[in-house]
Nanobody
């Protein structure tokens, strides 16, 4: 059993920053990937980035590359999403998920999901 839960989120002005935290705990030996997805109103859930919890290697969607950074703290079973230079179009529910391989970007590749905090970016 793998437990995934996010914290953080909220309201921020355009150009601001926000950090989301995610605990990935339990039987995580087969869940090397910590992935982040988001779902904006009226849109499908999309992949925004992932990290290998063992190597620290990362992958990002073009829409967030250079603005968002994913890191991990294995000692505390944590994965973080640092979001800078936020734009109104970043408004969405953000999900953390655990999966086998960090290079995978499809929802179906991630087995365990958190509830998803809301992030709202105002103009």
């Amino acid at each position: 059993q793998v437990h995934v839960a996010e914290s953080g989120g909220g309201l921020v002005q355009a150009g601001g920053s926000l950090r989301l935290s995610c605990v990935v705990a339990g039987r995580t030996y087969s869940s090397d990937a910590g992935g982040w997805f988001r779902q904006a109103p009226g849109k499908e859930r999309e992949f925004i980035g992932s990290i290998s919890r063992s190597s620290g290697s990362t992958k990002y969607a073009d829409s967030v590359k250079g603005r968002f950074t994913i890191t991990r703290d294995n000692a505390n079973d944590m994965v973080y999403l640092q979001m800078n230079s936020l734009k109104p179009e970043d408004t969405a529910v953000y999900y953390c998920a655990a999966g086998r391989r960090w290079l995978h970007t499809a929802e179906s590749d991630y087995v365990n999901w958190g509830q998803g905090p809301q992030v709202t970016v105002s103009t």
